[in-house]
Each structure stands twice: as C-alpha cells, then as structure tokens.
C-alpha cells in the first residue's frame, strides 16, 4: 500500500487508550536541570504497532506545545464524529510513520494537562493541585521523563524521534542527552534556540494569563479559572500558528454575518470571530498554569549554549545520528534561517542531514496539516536508516 | 543649510504650543460615517513654520495611532530632559518638512485621548466621559474633522499630507475624500486596506483591555483603570511594530538581571523586560478606551471598497495628485508587497507616484527612527511639488 493512496485514511492507526506509568520506584524523585526535585511523576502516553522482538523499530514522537499523548486514532468510546488523534495523516499502516513496521510512542509532556505530571496535579506533599509550587521544568527534563518511560518500556533504541515546534526541541534535546539510543531524528518547523521574537510572543502570553485576577498567582484549581487571560493567550499563540498569506487566503477581509460594519466592538471580521472561538475552545481543554510552564521551557531552550558553557555542538552531539531537518516557507516562528543555522551546526560536527523546505502558505501549523509530502519524505527517510 | 547637516539637530522646530479648537458653530455636530453625530468637538493641534501669504505652503502631518498632535520640538515648560516631538528628525528648518518653506500642522486624532475630543472627553449630554456612547468613528471621520481645523485656520489647499501607520490612512483618506485639496500625498509604512493578520492583531489587543475587569464595559473614569488589559495590549502592539531581524539584534537572548535563568515567572530576558516596560509606560499616557476605538477605525479602514460599492479607485482619486509612496523592507504589519497593491491601483487610476522602499531592519516602527534617508527623499519630492 503506498503512502499516496493511504495517508488520509483517517483513524486507520485503529482504536487506541490513553495508558499511564507512575515512576515512583525509590528514589521516586525526579532532579530537574533548576535542581528542584520532582515526583513521584506519572506519564500518560499511547502507542500504536508492535514493538518488534528485536526491540529495535520504536519511534518516538515529540507533540508541540498544545499536543498530548494521543497522535492518532480514535479512543474505543469516542463519539462518531471525534476528531483523530493530531498526527493521524502522519501515523497509520503506510504512513509516514509507518505502524505496519514501526512501534509508535507519544507521551505527554511534563508540565502538560493531559495526564502526565503538571502544574495541575496534585502535590503529594500537599495533597492540592501544585499550581506555581510546581517546579520550572526544561525541555531537558521533558526528555528525562520520555526517558524513565522508555526504560520502563524497555526500549533502549529509537529507530526515530521526530515531532514539531517545541516538539521539534525535544527531538534536539534526545540527541544531546542520549545520542547513543538515536538512530535518526526528524526536527521539523522547530529552531535550535528560541528567537527574541518567539520568547517575545510567549511573555505577551504569559502576561495575558497572570494579568487576569482569577488566576491568582496559579491558585484557581477550587474556583473559577482563568479563562478570559487564557482565551487572550491563545488568541496570540494562533495569529503566530498562521501566516499572512493563510489569513489572506481564508479570512481576507470577510465579514463574520452582516453586509455591514457594526461600528461596534462585536464581531465584524470573520478572522476576529475566529480567533475568539479558538480562545474560547482552548479553555475547555487546557490548563493556564501549563501555558506558563511550557512557554517558559520553551524560552530557555538553547541547543548551543548549555552548561557547562564552553560545550560546542561537537561536543554534545557525539554519535553519527541521521538527521532529516524540515521547516515550511511561511513560517515565521520559526523560520526557515533558523533551520538552516541548525543544519550548519550539524554540518560542522560533521554529521549526516539531509534537509527539506517545504512550499506551503499555511504558517508554523504547516507540519500538522494532512500533506502527502511531509508523509513521503519521513517514510523514505526513515527507510534509509539502518536498524542497527 | 543641507539636510544632512541638520536633521539630528534635536528641537530645531523650537518651542511650540499645543492650541485647541472647539467646532461649536451650528449645527456644532459632524455626522460621522456610522451615521451617528458628535459634537461640539474640540481638535488639539501645533503648528511650526508659517503660513504664507498665499497660503500655499501647509503641509498636514497625520499621526499613527499612540501618536499625538505633538510632532517636533518641545513645549515651552518641558524640563531639559524631555524628548521633543515624535518626528523631531523631520520637522525644523532644513528638514525633510522644511519649516523655512512650509506651514506644517498636526492634529491629535478624533478618538484620540491627547487633546482632541475622544471617549475620555466629557460628554456634554450627560457631563461625564463619552466611555463606550462615544460614537464609532472611521479614518474619514478624522479627515472630516481635520477639514474643520483647516478651514478654521483658513487653508484650503495642501502642499502636502504625509504620515505613517494610520497616518497613511488618513494620507490616503485625504485624497479621496478632498483630491482638490491636496497637491501631494506621501503615505508612509501603510497599507490601503487592513489585512487579516493586522485586524487580528488589533483584536488581540482589543480583547485584552475588554477582558480586564477593571474595563467595566468602558465605564472607568471615576474609579481603577484597565492598567493591566491596556499593558498587554501594548505588549502585543510592540512586537508587530519591532521585526525579527531588530529583536535579534537589540536583545536576541540576552538576560535582563542575571547570571541565570530564574526557573520562575519574573523577567529572565532582557526583551521581557522591555515589553513590560513598554507596557507600563503606556498605561501612564493613554486611554484604554481610545485604543479600542482607533484599532477599530483602522480595521474598518478600506480604500477600494467603499460605500457607494461600485466605485473603482478611478471614481475616488479623482485629482492629479502626486504620490510619494515608502514602505520599508522589515515591515511585516504592511509589508512592501501591500505598498505595491497601492502603487498598481494609483497607476491604473493615471496619478504621478514615486516608490521607495527603504532597507531598514527595525520594522514597521522605522518611519519613526530618525534616519538621513526619510527626510531627504521627502525634502527632495516636495521642491518638486508645483504650488499651484
């Protein structure tokens, strides 16, 4: 079966349930990179394919800031008209990510809201919802915890790890923290260090959130929550998700239902009553003190300037991974230079990188929009890796 | 005395008054485009230069929407350490608006909060703040109401209206709705119509100060204001103003403070820091409600497609005015291809139009950044202006 004729077979990954592990063995405690310790912390995370007996055909899959655990399929009680998992065109038998060969694996970040341990969960030490008592977390520590839940899986080797945007960091990060259990590594629409520009639009988002009295310094989970700052934030992580030509193409200058201006501050663009009915969906499904979290590890990542400082990217990056880097022309959080600074980087420490710009108006959320090419490219990259 | 030498001469425009204008005459009231009327209205402006005898020598300057009716120099009790007026680097003898030729006026906008009549003005109807009964006005609405100033200051003819931002829009504005005034136009760093990304934008911003609850539905006059919902709105405001480029070079990722990241939620980035510094300073200057009310009159803002609907730009630039159209190549809130929309449509309507896009890397805020360049294109495009 060939990518072409399967990739929007949607849900054809199959059913799948969200499963959680507890990492609470002694010491029970994770030592995050700001020296806080953390734990007993528990991953939610799903998996689609048969780990092969060789263990050697996992792929691991990194979500991006607003993701969770579930990348494709559909859960056994879901209502006919649920929406896939958000890679379902990239994960599925003849996908990119192809499930008849691969064991596919996506987990909750730390610090999310959808299962795995964040700002929302409860402390133990408390026995309430940790809300700012959570401690800072890295994307460093984000891998620390993929980490405990591969051993837990016995997996000591990927075949790839692969995701978008802050997705795309951890891909980064897995290669530094452990290169010898990376065979290849897919970055895509991602950067090897957050812009001014990128950290500039996070701040005005965390603002947003903490300017709104009923956020309460993180203490909101006994009362109303909040969602107006929330709503806010979403508002301007969306404008950033898109491109001018996107809005071109699918608002331009429409108006939402009348013929005429309200000379109001009601809706009158069709783009206005988008963004606010994507602000107003966001609160539904996520937590704000986990937009702070994300956002700030987001910020501090920084492939090339790490402690100790006089490391180069020779250094860190010490085994001969494959690396297929991937950025989309309309980009502009992450654009396609930052792509290339990364290649160079990985040139210069003289590994194997193939790399790829693809031609799509649609902004930094190209990489989850069903796209036959992004699903050809990996499939036949990831072809060309070896297993061993 | 050549504008080279000159233009950095700081204050050369010399002290100047803000002046005040009430239309009270009868009927005392504009009809604004909505359809709703307002009035009596008050119109702050300055002028520098003088008026010739002919009164042929006014040139309008329009002001972008945080700008004021105070465009050079300095008021006569401003302490030593005042900054002069928003485009001192244009405005004085021997620059780009030559005050030893030309008469140049400024007037805060209708809907503004710096003087001229806005939602802050007291409503005679009731004797509090207009708040949100101030009655929805558009960029022509201004024009209308600068019309009103200049025929109080006897001037029925402009050498030249020039302005960036929403001052282009007016600029623009200016020759549709009085071609026969106006000799040339020089819109800078506009666009003739807001795109979806730019009204995205303002609706962000918009949302932010309505979701403060201290907003109150724009009734705040008499107790605490919107501070925190007006800071995030700025926040959002001076990242579209900045560019990629500018942010990467003033502060890409240095650190405000520290040695280190603080792993929590105060300032760790210098460009942090200078958003909430931009954010707090605004607050202590302007109106909360203006800002809704302007953003929203350059959302509405369309010069194609205008009530009647079947006129083409032709029917509308009736006069052979001659245009001097600037963009700037790191503009991504009216990048140069919008510039170009504008040239191509003055062309196909026969006008005389210069283009010039200047290479400049800090964003759409350049036109406000003194530099040579400006001053000199503009000092040379007006000699060129016949008088008459």
Redesign the interface.
Known sequence: MSIEETYLEVGSAGAVEKQFYTYAEPPGEMILE?G?SLGPITIAYETWGELSAKRDNAVLVAHAFSGDSHAAGFYPDEPKDAKPGWWDSMIGPGKGLDTDKYFVICANILGGCMGTTGPSSINPKTGAPYG?DF??MTVGDIIESQKILLDHLGISSLHTVTGGSVGGMQVLEWCVRYPEMVRSAIPIATTM?????A???N??A???I????KWNRGNYYDSEKPD??L??AR??GH?TY?S?EA??R????KLQNKAN?S???DV??M??SY??YQ?SQFVKRFDANSV?YIT?AA??F?LV?REPPAKSIQDILAMPIKFLVISYTSD?LY?TYQAKELIQALKRADLDVSFCEIEADCGHDAFLIPDKRLGTLIGGFLDGVPRN
Chains 1, 2 share one sequence.
């Open positions: 700001s806080a700012l401690p800072m260090r957050h812009s001014a520009l950290i500039a639009f701040e005005v965390r603002q947003a903490m300017v709104d009295p107006l700052g709503s806010v508002m301007i404008v898109l001018d809005m071109r699918k608002f331009g200058r201006f000379y109001g501050f009158d663009f783009v206005e963004l606010r602000g702070l700030k910020d501090y920084d300037n502009w654009p």
